[in-house]
């Protein structure tokens, strides 16, 4: 499942320019993380990977065909989307039924759909809350519910937007559980975030956005090792990269065990 | 917002004056059985208020906007099919046109023409905080504020919300076209979202009112000024008696 | 006297409900930066809360002990009331915006015309406010087309405006990136450095280390741990209740393993604390050779 | 006691709020529905959902402002007909307050009952002010019965119930929907849901 954006550009109905001559491959299994400062075109840039748009010039093939030629629906079955604010989704009644409906807009089979919910719930630690309605259950809740929605629908390529934004610690152990999980069945999983800490550690590559134009694609050690860069594009360095920096080390860690073997002669 | 940010004598007004205007030319116009003759004068009237106030141009497109339609409709279903219809006054291809309803649908559109012009020398020069203002003053409530400045500030935003809940379940395979028993399914899964998300939040914005002092007792000032005076304070009274005096002189005689 | 007097104070907010609040007792003093951490569900929002009157006022649970602000119970006085002396500041910025007022200036004037305060007065103080927040350019914008940073600055410039000596902030910085998370604390600084009691709920405790001058720990409702950041955010039973303790700490942990900590200084919460107590070669230089 | 007294008393902080939301929802759901082009308005959606979660006071004034509004931001055509919008508001109330929106099968005798309400106000507004013709496609029913051989009354009655019978069946029976759907703590703020709920 190889996902490839050739020269695209998008402005909006009233004008506003989104994305400019943009070109980027993801390929299978990749773990990829989207930066850039709020209304920098990511947002903009994951709708047309699904095809909730479509690029104004250029082309995004996904599976090398063009999504000028597919329904958002079809697509769905390869890319899953998720937004950022959870009761932007849940229109269900229980927590079950709201993950079952990707699934079954989807069209599986019954069983394959049981099947899945009762791994997406476990997964997200929900199997408690199944029955409960999303709205009597708390922020961090319904979220889990939406992420748990779009794993159920066993795309192979998954897109969250901001995933980590009201989860507490624990919680984003059990994202980065699914996330494993994930990446073991090869799957593509592509990030929005701000959370340059959870990034560091856990995402390999990144693409930066600013005004809509791809202004770093690479490691994501190079991103962070690179202050104008992140100036340019709203970003505090992680901590364990203010770190390095302070410690003058030659090279950025990007977590605790990496800067320790740094140091150690 | 139709409200056009320009210098005139309308704009100055105060909110009251002009809604009280608005009245007065409603009641003149349907309830004191005036002539085509004594409307077209009124019409006339509201057509010198609006180029006076400098907003004609706004007001003229608009006007076309809404009498065009009805024009369209009144005066073929009136004029030829006006149950009162006995008068022929010419006929076209066999399609007859009769006096008494051509004569009922101009008589109409007539008197919907000073209404909404009136209406429109409103709008096009009140600045919402004006009326908010003037309200909030008048009825010493701050909800009736709330409740008309609320829904004009946030309707961009929950327009907004709308797209996004439509590309958050398309993304999760949602269909919105084919059949029409198709899209009456797909009904649900777009209006639950954002009806019972605005509704649960409403526990949040009450609270964010009340700590803010939203109900708190004692008297209020204003940080924006709504300038009236004993002139029209006096204009407001007399076109109300007017308001009231003339359509029942009208019905008693 | 504390500013903030909480004695035994339990909560449910409704009758058959396990309890969110579990016989808390705490006092807060004035001029302090608290920082309040937890995992979600933890008590923390209902905590905030309590300290504002909003419980037991606008929810009808189960409330007992006592709550006194300035030596005022909450029980005694209206939301409206408690406002002079608490401000409270949400978690979603957009839900804060009064919708009253068409632009920013006017959306901080509201609680002080709703005060009756004179008009020259108002325009001076909201004046200051916008100043104080950053926000002196986008007076005569509509609160609804800030950003959310801006909006959460704009929530904040709204109950200050009233000088409330308390403010409360219950996770404001979940829906901000870093930066406007940072630039949110940075000015809650500036105003503890004024005089102003700072009470935050707050999920990153890079933050809550770097700004705050003392966390509690809330975990099922109960107040676990309370004390300096340093002594609080370090400790690794903090993790299991869904507080993740920052990277310093963590790579001090590692360093201690690897005797490259000074046994003399305690586990680090913060980057200085951090560069204090590690014992490595801090030049470039030593690492070319 | 003067309106706005009873606006404090009666109000809570919740259901002012409930209402302005309400106001907005009306105004956005045409929205969806134009998305979906299904040949309903759902205009009154949220007029009849505070009906049934604040009752008939409340539910008149939602439609009420919701048409004011619309008049000062679309066209002053809207705001003619905010009696009929206060009408369904007032009669959504009502039928709660009565147990019409128990069930759903109740729902959609309710949404009978409210194009009832709806069609005794709009019918004059419609004959008097604008001679029968509103200058959208309900016109052709009109014209249609004027054809007949009906006179103006009877065909402007035929028109505005069967131009809203459908709507508003739907928005009776989505609204229902909808406060079944509320989490209890929603719902236990609103001071009438419990004619609603209570039936589960």
New interface residues.
């Given amino acids: 499942m190889t996902i490839r954006i050739k020269n695209i550009s998008f402005s909006y109905p009233d004008g506003s320019r989104a994305l400019h001559n943009l070109s980027l491959t993801i390929e299978t299994g990749e773990c990829v993380a989207i930066t850039g400062h709020n209304g920098s075109g990511k947002t903009t840039l994951v709708k047309h990977l699904n095809g909730l748009l479509k690029p104004d010039n250029g082309d995004v093939l996904v599976n090398d065909s063009n999504t000028k030629a597919c329904k958002t629906g079809q697509l769905a079955r390869q890319v899953a989307l998720l937004f950022q604010n959870p009761d932007d989704q849940i229109c269900k009644q229980t927590v079950r039924d709201e993950i079952a409906f990707g699934p079954k807009n989807l069209g599986f089979e019954k069983d394959k759909i049981n099947l899945l919910v009762e791994v997406s719930l476990a997964l997200f630690d929900l199997v408690q809350y199944k029955n409960h309605n999303p709205h009597d259950l708390g922020y961090s809740e319904r979220k889990r519910t939406a992420m748990a929605s779009i794993v159920a629908m066993d795309s192979p390529v998954l897109i969250f937007d901001e995933p980590t934004a009201g989860l507490d610690h624990l919680e984003i152990e059990l994202l980065l559980k699914v996330f494993e999980k994930l990446q073991r069945e090869n799957k593509t999983i592509i990030v929005i975030s701000h959370d340059v800490d959870f990034i560091a550690e856990n995402m390999d590559r990144t693409i930066t956005l600013a005004n809509g134009e791809k202004i770093f694609d690479g490691p994501v050690r190079n991103l962070f090792q690179d202050d104008s860069l992140l100036a340019r594009c709203g970003l505090l360095a992680p901590q364990m990269v203010q770190l390095s920096k302070s410690c003058k080390l030659p090279s950025a860690a990007l977590s605790p065990q990496e800067f320790i073997s740094l140091v150690q002669d | 917002m139709l409200f056009i940010d320009r210098p005139g004598w309308l704009h100055k007004l105060h909110p009251f004056t002009k809604l009280v205007l608005l009245l007065l030319s409603a009641a003149l116009a349907y309830l004191t059985g005036l002539s085509i003759g004594s409307l077209s004068l009124l019409l006339a009237a509201c057509l010198l208020l609006i180029i006076s106030g400098g907003i004609f141009s706004v007001s003229a497109k608009m006007v076309i906007r809404i009498f065009l339609p009805l024009i369209l409709f009144m005066v073929p279903i009136h004029g030829l099919l006006n149950p009162a219809n006995t008068t022929e006054i010419f006929s076209f291809h066999g399609i007859v046109f009769y006096r008494e309803g051509l004569f009922f649908a101009l008589k109409t559109l007539m008197q919907l023409g000073v209404v909404i012009s009136a209406s429109l020398a409103f709008v096009f020069t009140t600045h919402p905080a004006d009326l908010i203002t003037a309200v909030s003053h008048a009825s010493g409530s701050i909800s009736i504020g709330y409740l008309l400045g609320f829904p004009l500030l946030l309707l961009e935003s929950m327009r907004e919300r709308v797209v996004t809940i439509q590309n958050a379940q398309r993304a999760r395979g949602l269909e919105i076209d084919g059949n029409i028993f198709r899209r009456f399914t797909s009904l649900g899964p777009l209006l639950f979202p954002l009806l019972i998300g605005s509704i649960v939040g409403i526990e949040q914005r009450s609270i964010a009112l009340e700590v803010r002092g939203f109900k708190i007792h004692g008297p209020k000032t204003s940080l924006r000024l709504v300038p009236d005076s004993l002139l029209q304070k006096l204009s407001r009274r007399l076109m109300l008696t007017l308001a009231v005096i003339l359509p029942m002189l009208h019905f008693f005689r | 006297m504390p500013v903030i007097d909480i004695t035994q104070l339990s909560y449910c907010?409704?009758e058959n409900n396990p309890p969110v609040l579990q016989d808390v007792s705490l006092q807060i003093y004035s001029g302090q930066f608290v920082g309040i951490a937890?995992?979600?569900?933890s008590g923390k929002s209902t905590l905030c809360?309590a300290m504002?009157?909003?419980v037991p006022?606008?929810f009808?649970g189960k409330f007992s002990g006592n709550v006194k602000i300035n030596g005022i119970s909450t029980l005694e006085h209206?939301?409206?009331?408690?406002?002079?002396q608490?401000?409270?500041v949400?978690?979603?910025p957009?839900?804060?915006?009064?919708?009253?007022?068409?632009t920013v200036?006017?959306e901080v004037?509201?609680?002080?015309?709703?005060?009756?305060?004179?008009?020259e007065t108002?325009?001076k103080r909201?004046s200051e406010m916008l100043n104080l927040m950053e926000l002196s350019s986008h007076a005569e914008r509509?609160?609804?087309h800030l950003?959310?940073g801006q909006q959460q600055r704009l929530?904040l410039a709204?109950?200050l405006a009233?000088d409330p000596p308390v403010l409360i902030l219950d996770e404001p910085t979940?829906?901000l990136?870093?930066?406007g998370a940072?630039h949110l604390f940075s000015i809650l600084q500036k105003l503890q450095k004024e005089g102003k009691t700072i009470i935050i709920t707050e999920?990153r405790t890079?933050l809550l280390a770097a700004f705050t001058e003392r966390v509690i720990v809330l975990q099922e409702g109960r107040v676990r741990k309370d004390g300096s950041p340093q002594n609080v955010l370090t400790t690794p039973d903090i993790?299991t209740a869904?507080?993740?303790r920052?990277?310093?700490t963590?790579?001090a942990?590692?360093?201690k393993k690897?005797s490259?900590w000074q046994t003399d200084h305690a586990l680090p919460a913060t980057?200085n604390e951090?560069?204090a107590g590690?014992r490595?070669?801090?030049?470039?230089d030593d690492?070319?050779n | 006691m003067s309106f706005s007294q009873r606006l404090k008393e009666d109000f809570t902080t919740t259901t002012i709020v409930l209402i302005a939301i309400a106001i907005v929802i009306n105004m956005t759901v045409g929205q969806v529905v134009s998305m979906l082009k299904l040949p309903i308005f759902l205009d009154s959606i949220g007029t009849v959902l505070v009906g049934l979660l604040a009752g008939p006071i409340a539910g008149g004034l939602t439609g009420l402002l919701t048409n004011l509004i619309w008049g000062m931001i679309t066209s002053p055509v809207a705001a003619a007909f905010s009696p009929v919008a206060l009408a369904i508001g007032v009669a959504a109330g009502l039928c709660a307050r009565y147990g019409l929106f128990k069930t759903w099968w109740l729902a959609i005798i309710a949404g009978v009952i409210i194009t009832f309400f709806n069609a005794v106000v709009a019918v004059p507004i419609r004959l008097y002010m604008f001679g029968g013709i509103t200058g959208s496609g309900a016109d052709f029913m009109t014209s249609y019965m004027l054809a007949l051989g009906k006179d103006l009354f009877g065909s402007v009655v035929v028109t505005v119930f069967t131009s809203n019978l459908i709507d508003k069946v739907a928005t009776a029976l989505i609204a229902w929907a909808i406060v079944k759907a509320l989490p209890e703590r929603t719902t236990d703020r609103m001071p009438q849901a419990k004619y609603v709920v209570s039936a589960a």
């Fill in positions: 907010y409704r937890g995992a979600n569900n809360y504002s009157g909003v006022h606008l009808h209206t939301v409206s009331d408690i406002s002079n608490v401000g409270l949400l978690q979603k957009d839900n804060q915006i009064s919708g009253m007022r068409f200036f006017e004037a509201l609680g002080l015309e709703n005060r009756g305060f004179e008009r108002i325009r909201v509509s609160p609804f950003s959310g929530a709204s109950v009233v979940t829906f990136d870093p930066s940072f999920q890079d993790e869904g507080i993740g920052t990277r310093y963590k790579t942990e590692l360093a690897n490259l980057l951090t560069i590690l490595i070669r801090k030049n470039t690492y070319k």
